[in-house]
């Protein structure tokens, strides 16, 4: 696992050290009524599941932020492209070539992701 999350300067959680997730929360993260967020989580196992839990939430966020920011620079290509001369019959086709692939892109981005994962909380 140290592989996989090292590239992004992640720290895996470790087993070995069996304090609860509540001992590695960053300073001044949490407020001061932060029991009901920890309070599934017990001891290694408990941490880890939470990573889990907030790795999803920021992949989601920083993923709707890279596509937010992808949106804004595509539709600035297309502004571009329409305010560009077109008189030219082959700069006309090349940019309505270019339009369309940004275009594409733009519905792309429109569009859901789905990965599946192993299941790793149970209740009961």
């Known amino acids: 696992m140290d592989e996989l999350l090292a590239p992004a300067g992640i720290e895996a959680p470790s087993f070995e050290d069996d ?17 009901p967020f920890f309070a599934d989580s017990v001891g290694s196992l ?16 920083l993923a709707w932020h890279i596509k937010e920011y992808k949106r804004t620079e ?35 981005l429109d569009k859901q992701v789905r990965w599946t994962f192993p299941q790793w909380k149970v209740t009961g």
């Open 74 to 108: 595509i539709k600035a290509r297309l502004a571009e492209i329409e305010a560009s001369d077109l008189s030219d019959p082959a700069t006309k086709k090349a940019a309505l070539k270019e339009a369309t692939r940004l275009n594409k892109m733009l519905d792309q």
């Open 46 to 61: 408990g941490r880890a599941e939470l990573v889990v839990d907030c790795l999803l939430d920021a992949t989601a966020d």
């Open 19 to 35: 304090r609860g997730p509540k001992a590695f929360a960053l300073n001044g993260i949490l407020e001061d009524n932060d029991e």
